[in-house]
């Protein structure tokens, strides 16, 4: 079935300019201006004056199912994504039972296969349960579908298991994506450890906690060559960190997340859960060198870390609330309106690190709006004001600091290989 997308602002060449799409059997057909075509009645869309961006991908997902479907299924956190204009998502391994085995993984991919709105990838875990020493079979996991390795919401302990993960991984040509945290360093924080956590009498999280490990990994990277990834960048000794070993040629790529780009700990004013995220919000000036970071390069995607909990886990104190806050449904908006906005980021920019790196960065078929390449698409309104207002969100979690927030950038239609996913006509 075609569709004809018409006089749509795309970027071309880093400038938006109206064009159209026309959409063929799931592929971009043709990219230009003034297209005609046959299209069956009812499949032209009218995007004037709406910004038509590739789909966006999102590296770094929490969708719970199996295990915790109270706080989000692989349809719900699919559907959330897909209400973000994301069209290609990278599900983390923390649900139990964890795919850890070529079976589980299996398992896995089929139900993302069944109920995943988007383009689904599934990373498999580096450890037996995602703790511990005992690697993975990682041979039989890339051959079950993993897309890479990741103990996500943990840290690898030893180095000598991480040293042995790595290499085995280089050998099959596959990433490890790291969540970066030494536990003998966190003291049972709940928190960034500084002023604020002081000021608010909360026990504190050192960010040498992270960057310790980074440093670590750094390390093991360059002595295996492998492809070593770094989640939820926080901190600005991490950056240096991470720019230092750019520079001296290690394969190391990272991530930051919105909310680290968005707040630091000044805004944590009183003991809220809806802040208490892992890694925890940095110092103004960590958020500083996060901005920093993604303008020189050392940053390379955003990334946002949905972590959907329970309205009861997160309505606890700090001291007892999970770690984690959505994103999904967000992000964009929340990044278009302070960065783009502000004159601080260029569209381009900001579509670069949400669509177009994350797929360079790990070889995916996403990304660009270019003949031949799949019909993922996000239609954004950049001009009406809207307010982020939980009963909109897919998401079964409502543990986001933005609910509330006047933005721009809502997500008017997002297209999967030429099918509509939100809205969605029925949502069953
Ligand atoms: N980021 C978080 O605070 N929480 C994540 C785990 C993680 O990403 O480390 C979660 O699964 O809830
Ligand atoms: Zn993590
Ligand atoms: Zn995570």
């Known amino acids: 079935m075609k569709r004809l997308i018409k006089n749509g602002q795309c970027l071309v060449d880093g400038h938006l300019q109206v064009q ?87 398992d896995m991919l089929a139900l993302n296969q069944r109920d995943g709105a988007v383009h689904m990838v599934q990373y498999a875990t580096i450890t037996t349960d995602r703790g511990g020493d005992e690697l993975v079979d990682m041979a039989g996991l ?82 295996t060559g492998v492809h070593y990834h770094v989640c939820h960048v926080s901190s600005a000794a991490t950056v240096q960190v991470i720019r230092a070993a750019k520079a001296a040629g290690v394969n190391v790529t990272c991530e930051v997340s919105p909310h680290h780009l968005l707040l630091s700990d000044e805004t944590i004013t009183s003991d809220n859960a ?52 959505t994103g999904s449904e967000t992000a964009f908006a929340m990044l278009y309106t302070r960065f783009v906005k502000t004159g601080l980021f260029s569209l381009a920019q900001l579509i670069n690190w949400m669509a177009v790196q994350p797929a360079v960065l790990f070889g995916l078929n996403a990304g660009q709006l270019t003949e031949g390449a799949p019909a993922d698409l996000a239609l954004f309104d950049l001009t009406t004001p809207f307010t982020i207002n939980a009963n909109d969100f897919l998401s079964k979690g409502h543990n986001s600091p933005f609910i509330g927030e006047q933005v721009l950038g809502k997500t008017v239609r997002t297209i999967v290989s030429g099918q509509d996913v939100y809205p969605l006509r029925d949502i069953n």
């Open 20 to 106: 159209d799409i026309l959409i063929a059997d799931g592929k971009i057909e043709k990219f230009g201006q003034h297209l005609a075509a046959n299209v069956p009645v009812g499949q032209i869309i009218d995007a004037q004056g709406l910004f038509v961006s590739p789909g966006l991908v999102d590296l770094h997902v929490h969708l719970r199912e199996p295990g915790q479907t109270d706080k989000e299924t692989v349809k719900t956190g699919s559907l959330a994504a897909a209400h973000g204009g994301y069209t290609t998502i990278a599900a983390m391994p923390n649900v139990i039972p964890a795919p850890d085995t070529p079976k589980r993984m299996q």
């Open 142 to 223: 890339k051959a079950a579908g993993a897309f890479a390795f990741s103990n996500d919401g943990n840290g690898v302990q030893t180095a000598c298991t991480m040293y042995q993960g790595m290499k085995q991984a280089a050998a099959l040509n596959m990433a490890v994506v790291a969540h970066a945290e030494d536990d003998s360093l966190t003291y049972g924080g709940v928190m960034h450890e500084g002023g604020v956590s002081k000021r608010l009498g909360l026990p504190g999280i050192p960010s040498v906690s992270e960057t310790a490990q980074v440093a670590r990994d750094v390390a093991l990277a360059a002595a």
């Open 274 to 325: 809806m802040l208490k995220m892992n890694p925890p919000l940095g110092s103004e000036r960590d958020r500083q060198a996060l901005i920093a970071g993604l303008l020189d390069g050392t940053i390379d995607v955003i990334a946002t870390d949905h972590a959907p909990h329970t309205d009861a886990e997160k309505a606890q104190s700090m001291l007892k609330a999970p770690f984690g806050i």
